[in-house]
């Protein structure tokens, strides 16, 4: 029965989309957005919705999340296209409901497919690695930085330009320009060339080629993205991801322009396909260095030592990829830093396993990792320093690896014991709580938090009642707010790490 209700319910769909021209519901999903994304003055322009439809996405009473708007996206460009004799979807407010309704119950059927035991709290993983990024807003200035800090080494810049023609820089400038023309209006001209901004004509052609495909493209990309044994749609990979931008003629049109700054800062990675690993080490070691010097600027109390050799045992060892040091010589938090980014299989999986995704094995080393210098702290001082009484482990992710993922991340532990288990010199004392946590959050933490209060937030996640919380909710539930939240300790690199920042702030 519950095969039959989702067979309905994608055929619904499927004809409601079927019955929509293409320009017409890529307007329409612009304004849509635009409405519920406090931009109302550049939708009013082109549309008129209804008062419930307008406003703040968690305060209207007519939410169409953006999430869904790019799953209806995907499946119109795979949609079979229906008669002219059909009525067709209407062209305003009540269309896009129409059709967000129908993947709504579709989504509900498909969720009736899934086994009982990949429902209710365990398949949070994959509601949160598909909704959380859209409400983090459109662009930051952390975002920002750390993409061009991640993705501004030598052998990558080197290979990117040799690939696409432009510079990461000129890449990255011409996006933040297209946004911001995407912000405006649902279709838009490229403009030849942008002299105040130093943008010349070859450069803005050769990224927008970058960013965008043809409709005819985008169907035949649609439908091998599609084609993955993944009953719901909303959990298929998006064609948008890759290419932000879908050209009509002479126009384009972006529909969710928050995912042309995703292409351009996160979506970088795509970009290290097939690189060769030197590169891929450059951008692993440049993700360890910015979490170091993030934490350093972040908080005053500490000094941070990168990666370090030293002997112990009668052995050479290299420590942890940063330890933070309270004082002169006492080791407060270990670090390990992962780069690795999740496929699309494991990000969205209903039953993740550990076999998934090597990253998962990765975590489970690197917890194991800092075990062993927590060993080598009782056993000895490494570089002179010794081991603290609130000794804290911390792995950071560039993507969100095990949010609110228990059942995996209790994988990823057992795993790390039996690793741990085959060294005789890591004893259950040694095997401190490890808190998990991605870089987006651990900047939001740091924003939240006094030094003090920091501690106390990784202190307090060992707590069995905050088991697989996410660091800044513990940090909610344990502390009141601040008056007004810390600075981003690296907003004074911004003009060193962005080079077209400084053109920005000349206008």
Same mark, same amino acid.
């Given at each position: 029965?519950s095969?039959?209700r989702?067979?309905i319910?994608?055929?619904?769909? #499927?004809?409601?989309?079927g019955?929509?021209?293409?320009e017409e519901?890529?307007?329409?999903s612009?304004?849509t957005h635009?409405?519920?994304? /406090?931009?109302?003055?550049? =939708?009013?322009?082109?549309?008129r919705?209804?008062?419930?439809a307008?406003g703040?996405?968690?305060d209207c009473k007519w !939410?169409v999340?953006?999430?869904?708007? +790019?799953?209806?996206?995907?499946?119109?460009?795979?949609?079979?296209?229906?008669p002219?004799t059909?009525?067709? %979807?209407?062209k305003?407010f009540?269309?896009?409901?129409?059709?967000f309704?129908?993947?709504?119950?579709?989504? /509900? =059927?498909?969720?009736q497919?899934?086994?009982s +035991?990949?429902?209710?709290?365990? /398949?949070?993983?994959?509601?949160?690695?598909?909704?959380?990024?859209?409400?983090r807003?459109d662009?930051?200035l952390p975002q920002?930085?750390?993409a061009?800090?991640l993705?501004?080494?030598?052998r990558?810049g080197?290979?990117?330009?040799?690939?696409?023609?432009?510079t990461?820089?000129?890449f990255?400038f011409c996006?933040f320009?297209?946004f911001?023309?995407?912000q405006?209006?649902?279709?838009?001209?490229v403009p030849?060339?942008l002299?105040?901004?130093?943008?010349?004509?070859?450069v803005?052609?050769r990224?927008v080629?970058?960013l965008?495909?043809t409709l $005819?493209?985008?169907?035949?990309?649609?439908?091998?993205e599609?084609?993955?044994?993944?009953?719901d749609?909303s959990y298929? !990979?998006?064609?948008f991801?890759? #290419?932000?931008?879908?050209?009509f003629?002479e126009?384009?049109?972006?529909? %969710?322009?928050?995912l042309?700054?995703s292409?351009?800062?996160?979506?970088?990675?795509y $970009?290290?396909?097939?690189?060769?690993?030197?590169i891929?080490?450059?951008?692993?070691?440049r993700? +360890?260095a910015?979490c170091?010097r993030?934490?350093?600027?972040?908080?005053?109390s500490?000094?941070?030592?990168?990666?370090f050799?030293?002997?112990?045992?009668?052995q050479?060892?290299?420590?942890?990829d940063?330890?933070m040091? +309270?004082?002169?010589s006492?080791?407060?938090?270990?670090?390990?830093?992962k780069?690795?980014?999740m !496929?699309?299989p494991?990000?969205?999986?209903a039953?993740?396993?550990?076999d998934?995704?090597?990253g998962?094995?990765?975590?489970?080393r690197?917890?194991t990792?800092?075990?062993?210098f =927590?060993?080598?702290c009782?056993?000895g001082?490494p570089?002179?320093?010794?081991? #603290?009484?609130?000794? =804290?482990?911390?792995?950071?992710?560039l $993507?969100?690896?095990?949010?609110?993922?228990?059942?995996?991340?209790?994988?990823?532990f057992?795993?790390?014991?039996?690793?741990? $288990?085959?060294d005789?010199?890591i004893s259950?004392s040694?095997?401190i709580?490890v808190n998990?946590?991605?870089?987006e959050?651990l900047e939001l933490?740091?924003?939240?938090?006094t030094?003090e209060?920091?501690?106390?937030?990784?202190?307090?996640?060992?707590?069995?009642?905050?088991k697989h919380?996410?660091l800044?909710?513990?940090?909610?539930?344990?502390?009141?707010?601040?008056?007004?939240?810390?600075?981003?300790?690296?907003?004074?690199?911004?003009?060193? %790490?962005v080079?077209w920042?400084?053109a920005?702030e000349?206008?």
């Amino acid at each position: 029965m519950s095969r039959v209700r989702y067979n309905i319910a994608s055929r619904r769909l #499927h004809e409601i989309l079927g019955t929509a021209r293409e320009e017409e519901f890529f307007a329409l999903s612009w304004a849509t957005h635009a409405f519920q994304n /406090g931009r109302e003055e550049a =939708a009013s322009r082109y549309f008129r919705f209804p008062p419930n439809a307008v406003g703040d996405l968690f305060d209207c009473k007519w !939410p169409v999340f953006p999430w869904a708007i +790019e799953t209806l996206l995907n499946e119109l460009l795979v949609a079979p296209k229906r008669p002219l004799t059909w009525p067709p %979807l209407q062209k305003n407010f009540d269309g896009i409901r129409r059709a967000f309704n129908a993947l709504c119950d579709l989504e /509900g =059927a498909a969720y009736q497919l899934l086994p009982s +035991e990949a429902r209710g709290v365990v /398949g949070l993983g994959r509601v949160v690695q598909r909704q959380f990024e859209w409400q983090r807003g459109d662009i930051s200035l952390p975002q920002l930085v750390r993409a061009h800090f991640l993705y501004g080494g030598e052998r990558y810049g080197s290979a990117f330009e040799q690939k696409h023609g432009v510079t990461v820089s000129q890449f990255t400038f011409c996006c933040f320009a297209f946004f911001l023309i995407a912000q405006k209006q649902p279709f838009f001209g490229v403009p030849r060339a942008l002299p105040i901004l130093d943008l010349e004509s070859d450069v803005i052609t050769r990224v927008v080629n970058l960013l965008s495909m043809t409709l $005819d493209e985008a169907r035949s990309a649609a439908s091998l993205e599609r084609e993955v044994p993944e009953a719901d749609p909303s959990y298929r !990979p998006s064609v948008f991801r890759h #290419h932000p931008l879908i050209r009509f003629g002479e126009l384009y049109a972006a529909p %969710l322009p928050a995912l042309i700054v995703s292409r351009s800062t996160s979506g970088l990675f795509y $970009d290290l396909a097939g690189a060769e690993g030197g590169i891929r080490n450059e951008v692993s070691g440049r993700f +360890e260095a910015y979490c170091s010097r993030l934490l350093s600027s972040m908080l005053a109390s500490m000094r941070t030592l990168p990666e370090f050799s030293y002997r112990l045992l009668g052995q050479n060892w290299v420590s942890p990829d940063v330890v933070m040091i +309270e004082g002169d010589s006492s080791i407060r938090v270990i670090v390990e830093c992962k780069a690795t980014r999740m !496929p699309v299989p494991a990000r969205f999986a209903a039953q993740p396993h550990i076999d998934d995704a090597r990253g998962y094995a990765e975590l489970a080393r690197g917890i194991t990792q800092i075990w062993r210098f =927590a060993s080598h702290c009782r056993h000895g001082s490494p570089g002179g320093m010794g081991r #603290h009484d609130d000794l =804290a482990g911390l792995l950071i992710t560039l $993507d969100s690896w095990l949010t609110m993922a228990g059942g995996i991340a209790d994988e990823v532990f057992a795993l790390a014991h039996r690793l741990a $288990d085959e060294d005789p010199g890591i004893s259950p004392s040694d095997r401190i709580h490890v808190n998990f946590v991605s870089i987006e959050d651990l900047e939001l933490l740091l924003a939240m938090s006094t030094d003090e209060q920091f501690f106390e937030t990784l202190a307090a996640a060992s707590a069995i009642e905050f088991k697989h919380w996410l660091l800044p909710n513990v940090r909610r539930q344990i502390a009141p707010a601040l008056t007004k939240q810390r600075d981003y300790g690296l907003k004074d690199t911004v003009s060193d %790490l962005v080079p077209w920042w400084r053109a920005i702030e000349r206008l």
